[in-house]
């Protein structure tokens, strides 16, 4: 088991850029392929990134390639999504998730811990 806290998020301008933590409770958390997820108002949660247990591979939705990066460091228990170029629409509540049971997913029913999310607001 392992339990998940995003931090970092926060008020930008547009063309800005934050970075988000996801630090990760137990000795375990290596073993975990992390992804990032978003909810805006109104939307269903979204996949936004995702990498596996060692960081040797990432996945990125679309809408964010080239603008956002996804690593880790497994020595501090945290993964981080660098977020560059952001725009209005990546207004939302990020969310990191865990999943032991795949190596790399987009899929929100693949994840089986999530941390309480850190709200991201970009402003023009």
């Known amino acids: 088991q392992v339990q998940l806290v995003e931090s970092g998020g926060g008020l930008v301008q547009a063309g800005g850029s934050l970075r988000l933590s996801c630090a990760g409770s137990g000795r375990t958390f290596s073993r975990y392929a992390i992804g990032w997820f978003r909810q805006a108002p109104g939307k269903e949660r979204e996949f936004v990134a995702s990498i596996s247990w060692n960081g040797g591979y990432t996945y990125y939705a679309n809408s964010v390639k080239g603008r956002f990066t996804i690593s880790r460091d497994n020595a501090k228990n945290t993964v981080y999504l660098q977020m560059n170029s952001l725009q209005l629409e990546d207004t939302a509540v990020y969310y990191c998730?865990?999943?032991?049971?795949?190596?790399?997913?987009?899929?929100?029913?693949?994840?089986?811990?999530w941390g309480q999310g850190t709200q991201v607001t970009v402003s023009s």
């Open positions: 998730a865990g999943s032991s049971r795949y190596p790399l997913t987009t899929r929100r029913s693949n994840y089986d811990y």
